[in-house]
């Protein structure tokens, strides 16, 4: 059974980092590609950056560029998604995706998400 589990949210302040996990299991995981999205109260989902099978970022939003990076360790089967100096519009739950191979606009496997709140 295919899953991803998203880890390591919580509040922080401003200008604070978090690193969140996707914890992978059920699938080949260095044949898939890992996307990490994040939706806001009353807002549309929206990309954050992905990581090839090959472990390249790419689709890196402008909003977090320059903040955030993303990482994976296939013998973990986990990806990872560094946040630095958080503001507070980056407060929504992120999820993270998985699709074969390369990264794209639609993914099949969803992680049920991790909250993360910026607040002073």
């Known amino acids: 059974q295919l899953q991803l589990v998203e880890s390591g949210g919580g509040l922080v302040h401003p200008g604070g980092s978090l690193r969140l996990s996707c914890a992978a299991s059920?699938?080949?995981?260095?044949?898939?590609?890992i996307g990490w999205f994040r939706q806001a109260p009353g807002k549309e989902r929206e990309g954050v950056l992905c990581?090839?099978?090959?472990?390249?970022?790419?689709n890196v939003a402008d909003s977090v560029k320059g903040r955030f990076t993303g990482s994976r360790v296939n013998a973990k089967n986990t990806v990872y998604l560094q946040m630095n100096n958080l503001k507070p519009e980056d407060t929504a739950v992120y999820y993270c995706?998985?699709?074969?191979?390369?990264?794209?606009?639609?993914?099949?496997?969803w992680g049920q998400g991790t909250q993360v709140t910026v607040s002073s």
């Open positions: 059920g699938f080949t995981f260095e044949h898939y590609a």
């Open positions: 995706a998985a699709r074969a191979w390369t990264c794209g606009t639609r993914y099949n496997y």
């Open positions: 990581i090839s099978s090959s472990g390249g970022t790419t």
